[in-house]
C-alpha cells in the first residue's frame, strides 16, 4: 500500500513541479523515446536472465504492491501452527504425524492453515523437518545445520530477481543517454529547418535522459529496495519456523519451543507472549 502511495507521491511531484513552472505536458509525451528505453530495458532484462527469474520479478514487484506479509496476525498464526503440531506429536507420539507431513494438504492439523499449506517452500521446509524427526538418526546439529543450508538456497533463489531488477534500473539513466543521442543526431540532420521543429526535436531528446533518470531512481530502484525488504522479511520467518523446530527437537515442551519462535520474530511485529498463549490456546490469532 505504501508502495503505491509512494509512486503517486512521485509522479504528483515531478509533474507537478513542472507544470508550476509553466510546462506542457504535451511535450513530455515521446512516444519514440518510451519505446527505445523500454524496450533496450526489456531486451537487456530477456539477455542477462532466464525465463524463471524474470517471471520472479513480475511476481515480485505484484509482491510490493500488495505488501509483505509479515506481519503480527500472521505470526500468531505461524506461532499457533507449531503449538497445533509439537502438542500433536506430544501427545500421540511423532509417529502419529507421518501421514500429515506426507500429505500435508490433506492433513486436518495443517487443514486449519490454508495460508501456509499454500505456501509450498515453508510447508515442505516444517514436514521434512519433521520428516527427519520422525525417521531418526539425525544428531540435533545436523538437523539445525541442514535447515540452515535450505533456507541459503531460498534466500539466494529469492535475491536473483532483485539483482536482476537492480541491474535493469542501473541501466535506464544509460539507456536514456542512448536515446538522448539518437534525438540528437535526428536534430543534427533538422539543421537548417523551422526553429520550431529543431526546438521540438531537442525537446524529444531530452526527454529521453528524463525518463531514463526518472524510471530508475524514482521506480524502479526503489521497488527493487521494497522486494530486497520483503526477502529480507520472508528469510526472519524462516529463521523463526527453524528456531521452533529446534527447541522441539531438542525436547522443549510445545508452549516452550513456540516462546523460543516467538522470540526469533522481528520486534515490529512480534506478538507479546499472553498474545501467543492465548492464540495458542484457542483465543484466535
Known amino acids: 500500500m505504501f508502495s503505491i502511495i509512494g509512486i503517486l507521491v512521485v509522479i504528483g511531484a515531478v509533474i507537478g513541479g513542472y507544470l508550476f513552472e509553466h510546462g506542457h505536458l504535451a511535450v ?24 524463471p ?32 503440531v509439537f502438542a500433536y506429536a506430544r501427545k500421540n507420539s511423532l509417529a502419529k504425524l507421518e501421514a500429515d507431513v506426507e500429505e500435508p494438504d490433506k492433513s486436518q492439523l495443517f487443514s486449519k492453515y490454508p495460508k501456509f499449506v499454500k505456501d509450498h517452500h515453508a510447508t515442505h521446509f516444517v514436514c521434512d523437518t519433521l520428516r527427519m524427526l520422525i525417521a531418526g538418526g539425525v544428531a540435533n546439529h545436523d538437523l539445525n545445520e541442514m535447515m540452515e ?6 534466500h539466494h533463489e529469492t535475491t536473483q530477481p532483485i539483482s536482476a531488477l537492480t541491474s535493469v534500473a542501473d541501466s535506464l539513466p544509460g539507456l536514456g543517454i542512448v536515446a538522448a543521442v539518437l534525438g540528437v543526431v535526428i536534430t543534427m540532420g533538422s539543421l537548417g529547418g523551422p526553429p520550431e521543429e529543431i526546438g521540438h526535436k531537442v ?5 529521453g535522459t528524463f525518463l531514463g533518470i526518472l524510471l530508475c531512481y524514482g521506480f524502479l530502484g526503489p521497488l527493487a529496495s521494497q522486494m530486497s525488504k520483503i526477502a529480507e522479511a520472508e528469510g526472519q520467518y524462516y529463521h523463526v519456523l527453524r528456531t521452533g523446530l529446534m527447541a522441539f527437537a531438542k525436547g522443549c515442551p510445545p508452549i516452550i519451543a513456540v516462546e523460543f519462535a516467538r522470540r526469533m520474530v522481528p520486534h515490529h511485529v512480534r506478538p507479546t507472549f499472553k498474545e501467543m498463549e492465548k492464540a495458542c490456546k484457542g483465543g484466535g490469532a
Open 28 to 51: 513530455l509525451w515521446q512516444p519514440a523515446e518510451v519505446i527505445i528505453i523500454g524496450g533496450a530495458a526489456l531486451g537487456t532484462l530477456f539477455i542477462a536472465n532466464p525465463l
Open 53 to 84: 527469474t524474470i517471471i520472479a520479478i513480475f511476481k515480485g514487484l505484484i509482491g510490493v504492491l500488495k505488501g509483505s506479509r509479515c506481519n503480527k496476525a500472521f505470526y500468531l498464526e505461524t506461532l499457533k501452527m507449531l503449538n497445533d
Open 149 to 154: 543450508q535450505d533456507i541459503e538456497v531460498h
Open 203 to 207: 525537446a524529444a531528446a531530452l526527454v
